[in-house]
């Protein structure tokens, strides 16, 4: 039997720039987040490893709505050139102080017609009792930041 306390909460985002294009800022300019989302992300550096790597870890700052600062690093455990996708799991931080185990997948989808992408964000995690809240805000924010990323990368056009 599963336990109530696992959950899965997924969003679908339209944007406009090309898959490869966001999926190459989430795994090789992951830097770049912070300053295209510089009113929700307060840093995001590389802590170990290289840039677009899997058993890299990247240091995140989040600002929360109500602008409380939430830190967690993430090792990257698996890209997939391909399908466009990498999946972070959270080894440190804020985060694990509410959740057990808390990992996310961003995958970028072009669209049929050419015209834009499609992104699926997947947050897979454990609350550690059953008083810490789905984490919605968390999936809000990273609609967020998507769409500041797509507006970065289709500036000008």
């Known amino acids: 039997m599963a336990s109530t306390l696992s959950g899965k909460l997924e969003t679908e985002i339209q944007i406009k720039a090309a898959a490869h294009h966001f999926h190459d800022i989430f795994c090789n300019k992951t830097h770049q987040i912070s300053t295209t989302s510089s009113d929700k992300i307060?840093?995001?550096?590389?802590?170990?490893?290289?840039?677009?790597?899997?058993?890299?870890?990247?240091?995140?700052?989040?600002?929360?709505?109500?602008?409380?600062?939430t830190k967690a690093k993430k090792?990257?455990?698996?890209?997939?050139?391909?399908?466009?996708?990498?999946?972070?799991?959270?080894?440190?931080?804020?985060?694990?102080?509410?959740?057990k185990y808390f990992k996310m997948?961003?995958?970028?989808?072009?669209?049929?017609?050419?015209?834009?992408?499609?992104?699926?964000w997947t947050m897979e995690y454990e609350r550690m009792h059953e008083g810490v809240t789905h984490p919605e805000a968390l999936l809000n924010l990273a609609t967020k930041v998507s769409k500041d990323v797509d507006a970065h990368l289709t500036q000008g056009n």
Not at 105 to 120: C, M, Q
Request: aromatic share 8%.
């Open 42 to 69: 307060g840093h995001c550096r590389l802590h170990e490893g290289d840039w677009g790597t899997v058993g890299s870890v990247v240091d995140w700052s989040y600002i929360q709505d109500d602008g409380e600062v």
């Open 75 to 99: 090792m990257v455990e698996s890209i997939n050139w391909e399908n466009k996708s990498i999946t972070f799991k959270v080894t440190e931080g804020d985060i694990l102080n509410e959740y």
């Open 105 to 120: 997948t961003i995958k970028a989808t072009p669209k049929s017609d050419g015209e834009g992408s499609v992104v699926n």
